[in-house]
């Protein structure tokens, strides 16, 4: 391809992000942006208004993920993605809200909101980057953190048990739940085209590598190797029981689809429990005509 | 800013014995307050349950959330959705809620919080009044901004002033405060609810030009941004990080001066607009008793004795007390002999208008630690104190 061709051609993405923000601040060899690029491919396949599509964040490094996206985006305070989600959600029932930050942000902070929002049936999409640590402050332990890896807050190696995400949200009620590594690249688009198809409090893990802190502090090697490291150790097991997707240090990773069911949202309840209580007094919400 | 009548749906016009926490209620859903989200908390609890009674036959929406935290934040997101939100709360909730109200007033969301106050620090008196967040309401979030908080003397007035709060939340895109108390929330008393055409609402400041011009943060000639909600196909950005005119963060001492500024200068500059308060007998007055709340029912008594012991005695009730009156203070200040604050808290206004007096005149505080109210006598003993 010649150098006019080349600058003629467009970025295959040019249209679902911010230009004028690149580029961004993650690392080589991160995982985040493979997975916005995820993000992308699904809006492509999937028949949605793009008017109609909002995203929030949190804070951290995934809590960029807003900045850089171009439709109606929100970069909330730390924790607060998911509240911030549910008032826009609720405030426009028409709005399909996406949910897009870190471990530390949405279950670490963020985790109170994470296990109501599930167990209240939310209509929203929950993209969690883990990269088991805090990184944009430079690598602290999370409550991701598998036992005995070591970070800068947990020099000697993490003693704490850490949270099984796809469990908790499980437990709580989610009806959508799915866990991949970045590298498996597909299968996160697909999952993120089904959630994003759903109603439903939908929720992603996705396990990334964080290059700078995490793998350096544990000799994990550099992007590439943590990536295919990551890949290798997965096990793609659809419908697992999700108390059995404990992730240890070193250890397997079980990966796949473990939920996908039906259930009313949170709004559904409402009007149909509002509408049977009251009758023909009450004025039902968000329910087009 | 386009005027226009309250929505007939949520108006319930007519005589009525309510409670403040009730007129608050009515209030917002009279203003267009369709979306409530809140947490418990005494002596706040009966706004929440009122307006759970009632929205289901407006419609909209009321959610209780899992704290204060997300009660906030809830409301931020509603505001972008394109509701006028409102949730209440009192001391520990409103603690809880402070860094969020930062991010309402970073990024310029019209939103209204009432905090029924009672008893601090800490747990404090759940059930008993007190007036000790009036400084909280104004600093409390790091960093420097502007908000709006007005102060209810009764439950006719919470219902007035939750009206006009959305108002102002609405023309000036901000957090706006009612900052009542216990006892005026627990207390019942007639409130008139006028009709639909005779209450005016303010509609948000809407933005209609090109979609791709839009710029949410590039202050208009009366310093306020035009607004979008999210769905309308602008695809904007909005962030608490420092940002410039298209809401994109941008991280130095520049940006920052602007941003900070703007956020300031917004209220300030119109102070003149929003500000108000109710005077009486002030212009042959030697003392001026400044109060708010349900103090100024109790030091009425207090005015009355002295008046009738000679002593010319003039009041003035802060009906907003952020942004705090200055021009009027500085101005009685030159005039009066002394001021005399009763509140229920050690000083915090107090402490204000010794500022706006700037030495010119005394400030005699009549403070109390909340629990109940004064003894009139005790206010009258200061303004005794201030003639002497």
Redesign the interface.
């Known amino acids: 391809m010649n150098e006019e061709a080349r600058q003629e051609e467009k970025n295959p993405m040019e249209d679902f992000l911010?230009m004028?923000?690149i580029p961004h601040i993650w690392c080589p060899g991160c995982g985040i942006g493979t997975v916005v690029t995820s993000f992308v491919e699904a809006l492509k396949k999937s028949e949605l208004d793009l008017?109609?599509l909002?995203v929030?964040s949190g804070i951290g490094c995934t809590g960029r993920v807003?900045?850089y996206v171009?439709?109606?985006?929100?970069?909330?305070?730390h924790g607060?993605a998911i509240?911030?989600?549910?008032?826009?959600?609720?405030?426009?029932p028409?709005?399909k809200v996406v949910v897009f930050s870190g471990d530390g942000d949405i279950a670490g902070i963020g985790g109170?909101?994470l296990i109501?929002a599930a167990r209240r049936n939310m209509d929203i999409v929950v993209i969690c980057v883990n990269n088991f640590n805090y990184a944009m402050t430079g690598g602290q332990v999370a409550a991701t953190t598998p036992r005995l890896a070591n970070l800068s807050t947990a020099p000697y190696g993490n003693f704490e048990y850490s949270f099984s995400l796809p469990y908790l949200v499980d437990t709580c009620g989610a009806t959508y739940v799915a866990r991949w590594t970045s590298l498996h690249i597909r299968r996160v688009t697909k999952s993120i085209q089904e959630a994003l198809a759903k109603k439903g409090f939908s929720f992603i893990e996705v396990i990334t590598p964080c290059v700078t802190l995490y793998a350096r502090r544990n000799r994990l090697g550099d992007g590439l190797n943590l990536l295919k490291y990551y890949y290798d150790k997965s096990e793609i097991r659809h419908g697992a029981d999700t108390r059995t997707v404990d992730i240890d240090f070193q250890g397997k990773l079980i990966v796949g689809k473990f939920v996908d069911k039906e259930k009313p949202t949170?709004l559904e309840c409402m009007n149909t429990h509002?509408q049977k209580t009251?009758g023909e007094?009450?004025?039902?919400?968000g329910v087009k005509p | 800013m386009r005027k226009v009548k309250a929505d007939p749906k949520g108006v319930l016009t007519g005589a009525h014995y309510l409670d403040g926490d009730f007129a608050i209620a009515e209030g917002a859903l009279a203003a267009g307050c369709r979306f409530f989200a809140g947490y418990p908390i005494t002596p706040s609890t009966e706004t929440a349950e009122r307006f759970s009674e009632r929205i289901p036959y407006v419609g909209g929406i009321f959610i209780q959330m899992e704290d204060e935290i997300a009660s906030i934040t809830a409301l931020i997101g509603a505001s972008w959705g394109g509701q006028k939100p409102m949730t209440v709360t009192s001391g520990p909730g409103f603690s809880l809620m402070m860094e969020n109200i930062g991010l309402a007033a970073m990024m310029e969301t019209p939103l209204v919080i009432a905090n029924v106050q009672r008893g601090g620090p800490s747990t404090g008196l759940p059930t008993l009044v007190g007036q000790a967040d009036m400084l909280q309401v104004k600093f409390g979030s790091h960093g420097d901004y502007e908000i709006i908080a007005l102060c209810p003397d009764s439950p006719q007035e919470c219902f007035d002033l939750t009206v006009k709060a959305f108002n102002l939340a609405e023309t000036y895109r901000v957090p706006v405060f009612i900052m009542t108390d216990e006892c005026v929330g627990h207390m019942h008393e007639k409130v008139v609810i006028p009709p639909p055409d005779e209450i005016e609402v303010v509609e948000r400041k809407w933005y209609e030009g090109p979609k791709d011009k839009y710029l949410p943060y590039k202050p208009d000639k009366d310093l306020v941004p035009f607004m979008v909600k999210a769905g309308d196909g602008y695809r904007f950005h909005t962030t608490g990080l420092t940002h410039d005119e298209r809401g994109y963060p941008v991280i130095n001492a520049e940006v920052q001066d602007w941003c900070v500024n703007h956020l300031v200068d917004k209220i300030k500059k119109n102070s003149p607009k929003i500000i108000e308060y109710r005077e009486d007998q002030i212009d042959k007055a030697e003392v001026v008793v400044i109060s708010y709340g349900i103090t100024s029912r109790v030091a009425v008594k207090a005015v009355q004795d002295a008046r009738k012991a000679g002593i010319k005695v003039g009041t003035l009730r802060l009906v907003t007390v952020w942004p705090f009156p200055e021009a009027r203070i500085k101005e009685l200040a030159a005039k009066v002999k002394a001021f005399v604050v009763p509140e229920l808290n050690l000083g915090q206004i107090r402490r204000e208008v010794e500022r706006c007096a700037f030495g010119r005149a005394p400030v005699i505080g009549v403070p109390h630690c909340g629990g109940w109210v004064h003894d009139p006598d005790d206010i009258l003993k200061a303004i005794k104190e201030a003639v002497r």
């Open positions: 911010r004028d923000r008017k109609k909002a929030v807003a900045g171009k439709f109606d985006s929100f970069h909330s305070t607060r509240p911030f989600a549910t008032g826009l959600k609720l405030a426009n028409e709005l109170n909101h109501h949170f509002l009251l007094k009450y004025m039902p919400y």
